[in-house]
Structures are given as C-alpha cells and as structure tokens.
C-alpha cells in the first residue's frame, strides 16, 4: 500500500488530574476546544490575507523577500501553522493533525465522490477526448486514488468500455468496502479494489485523477517499481507548481490533506526517463492551490498524458 500519512498540540481529550470533578473536565474539554478553533480561525485568516497581499507585485515581492529572511519566515511560519510549507508530507500530516484532526477519512469525502460519478466536469474532456480513439482497446485500467470508482463511471457513461475490461481501483484499505456497495448498487462487474500498488503492472492504461499530489514521490518513481510499465499513463486534476517541489495542504474546511505540489519539470523528466512522451498536457481551471508563502507558484491544476515508448528492461 502507497498512501502516506498524516509545536502546537490542542488536542481535546484530558488527563486525570487529582481533585477534580467529572464537570471540571467537561468544562476543561470545552475550554480547549473554543482555543483550538480560535487558532484554527486565526491561521486560516492570516493565511487568506497573505494570499490575497500575494496578487499584488508588490506584495508578492515583499512575501518573497519575507520567505527567504531567517528571522521573519520562522515568525510567518508560525502564525501559519498547517497552513506553512514542511519537508514532508509527513510533517505535514503531523502538524495538521492537531488542529484539524479529520483527513481523507473524513465521511463527506467518500459521498462527494459518490456524487462525482453522476456529472462530468469541464476536466475530464481532454481525458475523454485523448482515451476516445483507443477505448475499445481497453482490457486493464488501474485507478490510482480510485476512491468508489467514480471516475470509471464518469467516463464509461461516454466512451462505452468494454465489457471484458477489468477496472482496478487502489485506494486506502477503509474505502474498499465503499467502492464494492457502490459498484454492486449500479450491478457493476467490471470493478475490483487492490491493495496492491503491482497490480499496476503492464495495465492498458494508469490513471489518477485528482490524487498524485497525495504522494510523497513522483510518479516515475512509483512506476518504475514495478516489472511491466502501464501503456499509457493519464493525470488529471493535480496542482502542479512551476517552481521546485512544494509540499503544503489542501484545506477543506471539514479536513486537511496534506499534499505534493511536484515539480512540473522534475515531474515529466522523471517520466520521459522511463521511456514515455509526453503526448498533451492541459490546465484545469476548476480550482487553483495557493500556498501563503509562495505567491510566485501558481499552484494551477493540471492533467498530462504520457505514452509508452519504449520499454527495454520490460518488454
């Protein structure tokens, strides 16, 4: 299994302490939970108000000379909180997690994903219009970050897959239940979940659609795990930065999710070294990922495909 992970602690719960009664610690608990929301508010303005300082030049100048003092970014960092830049997505994880305890576990992310399989988005038309020549070719899809298997029903509903296809959703191990109701509920056969990122080996076709930036490595890296490399490769939906790699988090108010802003340069080089061109890459206007620190990445989403071209060691 692939999925990573999730100093201030304001966490809720409370300590037996000597003397005090049952509706001290009730009073105590409440106490903590009106500050830690008065924090979460804080953090979550300071951070609007440096992005929106951020669209100016001048402002964005003034933040970027900010970043790079050693003196006021410890501060700016500070008073942002989750809502900074960390090594890692771990460290990600761990800061957020104090103030905002829910993450992709969070119930309204799974019926939100049911909810997709009924629309199709402005984003997925490069992806119809690009899989529209070779759908009947299809016999092997890995979706990666599948949730309930949306995404199949998405583009099924307009390409009309084949009835031989197998569509394997990975995803964490508490949505696999979710996904089997679901494809059962719309009597789906063609579905199956994985625990195995090599299940990906030799598919037809990988593709992930709003989940790449929830891993800590690129996805070249990820592929080249495995024996056979996929024919072609689709991503879509993923804020990409046009500077370094940045890793931030993706506030949704109810959650945070930590997440990878790759490198877009570093992101393809890693995949034309596994043998694949890059055939299109399109911008995904639906939303855009602001990091307070960096108003000189645009944090645009985006979608690529890449295809197979050669294969030397797994052919």
Partial sequence: MLFL???????????????RS???????????????????AQIRGFARLL???????RGAGLI??????????????????????????????????????????HPKQMSLHSEFAQVTRESDYPVLFFLAPIASELRSVFDLGGSVGNLFFQLDRHLHLSSDLVWTVHDL?????????????????????????SSASGVDLFIVAGAIHF?????????ARLDRFPKHVIINRSPFSNLDD????????LWVNPCKLHGIDKFCSAMRGLG?????SWPVHERRTRVPLFPDCDGTYRGFYFRLTEDPERA
């Avoid at 694949?276 to 299109?280: R, S």
Wanted: net charge positive; aromatic share 10%.
């Fill in 64 to 105: 970027m000379r900010a970043r790079r003092s050693r003196v006021i970014r410890p501060v700016l960092e500070r008073l942002l909180a989750f809502h900074g830049t960390f090594p890692s997505i771990e460290a990600a994880s761990a800061c957020a997690v104090r103030y905002v305890p829910e993450s992709h576990d």
């Fill in 246 to 253: 940045i890793v931030a988090v993706h506030d949704g108010k």
């Fill in 173 to 197: 191990p508490f949505k696999r239940n979710a996904m089997v109701e679901f494809a059962r509920s719309r009597d789906e056969g063609r579905l199956r979940f994985s625990d195995e990122f």
């Fill in 22 to 40: 049952g509706g001290d610690f009730v009073k105590l608990g409440h106490w903590r939970n009106a500050i830690r929301s008065m924090r979460v």
């Fill in 51 to 57: 992005i929106l300082f951020g669209r100016s030049r």
């Fill in 276 to 280: 694949y061109e890059l055939v299109a």
């Fill in 215 to 223: 891993f800590e490595p690129t996805l070249g890296t990820l592929l």
């Fill in 5 to 19: 992970g999730r100093s201030e602690s304001f966490q809720s719960g409370t300590s037996p302490e000597v003397g």
